[in-house]
């Protein structure tokens, strides 16, 4: 039995299961309240939670690591300095407390982004740091167990930037899969690599290519801190990489725009109908910001126009959408838009859920 989702509504979920991945992460495990239910979701792809923190609903995006098809949802949190809803995880959250789960999207993931063949095989190379590794990981899985006797299994080097192997999400499991699965190769690259046969070092183009001398036939999939992707990227384009064939998760913020002086004494009108609202703004302010500050029920995850937890319809008057990331080109041409990357240009009419 698979588990429903209502539309773009959330659900709440149970936590199960927490364990510390390593002493300063953690992961943990979300089911159906009720009754044991699979998960379908594309592998790569995140859910956005909404943690009810001092009385405040928080809500922010946290990449899947488990396989689809199973009874609950992994999640791996790392703590973040400052980071208040990713330490009240680690350190608040007990097994069986509830949180609030908006269903899987993003775009980066193995189905939407499929690998490209070489010799009637699948070649993917994954790259990671940090927590950038939970959703390749999650692909990983899936390109192992998804193989049928037609096909042959893919061929999956999985190279992964740590500090240590103590600090290293997954580190046994993925020395695991290393032993078991002919067609997983691992490339640990630690900072400090004592006790292990890993590399030690700091990935650069020539390093890269050294460990992976047959890159430029293979899909890549990358992610990680938003300095490590981009010195990857020039890395494979250096090396004759068709981009094309190389796919990368962004968590990177948006650069909004904001009202300019000769705006200033201007306003426009943010009209909510199912909510009877209607709300002075400027021209160039962030559809979400002026929705927040009225005290609307817009949910507003990564501010930075990936998770499309934000999403709304504009029915009448224009924005600029900054970022349509998680839109399908249907979506756009009926109006939909992504409030925490739509500055407001004219009077518009907004419709939320």
């Known amino acids: 039995m698979f588990f429903e989702w209502h539309g773009q509504q959330p659900v709440m979920l149970r ?13 943990i495990k979300l089911a159906d309240c009720t009754e044991p239910r699979q ?37 791996t949190i790392k703590r973040v300095s400052g980071g208040k809803v990713s330490n009240y995880i680690i350190d608040t959250l007990q097994v069986d407390d509830k949180v609030q789960v908006l269903p899987p999207t ?17 070649q993917v190379l994954l790259i990671s740091a940090g927590c950038g590794i939970t959703p390749v990981f ?3 899985q899936h390109w192992l167990n ?38 997983f190769h691992l490339q640990l690259l630690l900072k400090n690599r004592d006790g292990t046969q890993h590399t030690q070092g700091r990935l650069r183009e020539s390093l890269l290519q050294a460990l992976v001398p047959d890159l430029r036939q293979r899909s890549v999939y990358l992610c990680g801190p938003s300095q490590f992707m981009q010195d990857v990227a020039t890395y494979l384009q250096a090396l004759g990489c068709d981009m094309a064939n190389v ?20 306003t426009v009108q943010v009209t909510v109908p199912d909510y009877a609202q209607t709300i002075n703004a400027q021209p160039g302010q962030l559809l979400a910001d002026v929705l927040e500050e009225a005290g ?6 990564c501010r930075s126009g990936i998770c499309g937890s934000c999403k709304c319809r504009v029915q009448h008057g224009e924005v600029s959408s900054l970022s349509q990331e998680t839109l399908s080109e249907e979506e756009i041409a009926q109006g939909y838009v ?7 240009n004219t009077d518009v009419e907004v419709e939320l859920g």
């Open 39 to 75: 998960f379908q979701y594309k592998p790569g792809q995140f859910v956005t939670l909404g943690i009810s923190i001092d009385g405040h609903m928080e809500h922010r995006a946290y990449s899947i690591s488990s396989p689809s098809h199973e009874p609950y949802l992994q999640l």
């Open 106 to 122: 993003g775009r980066f993931n193995c189905i939407d982004c499929p690998p490209t063949y070489h010799k009637g095989q699948a």
């Open 296 to 301: 609307l029920p817009i949910v507003t995850a």
């Open 338 to 344: 992504l409030a925490c990357s739509a500055t407001i």
């Open 247 to 266: 796919y990368q998760e962004s968590f990177t913020p948006t650069s909004h725009s904001h009202a300019n002086a000769e705006h200033a004494s201007q």
């Open 146 to 183: 998804q193989a049928t006797p037609a096909e042959r299994p893919a061929d999956i080097v999985f190279l992964h930037s740590a500090r240590s192997p103590e600090a290293t999400i997954y580190y046994d499991q993925l020395e695991t899969l290393d032993a078991v699965y002919d067609n």
């Open 138 to 140: 999650a692909m990983t």
């Open 15 to 27: 936590c199960i299961d927490k364990y510390y991945e390593t002493y300063d992460t953690v992961s």
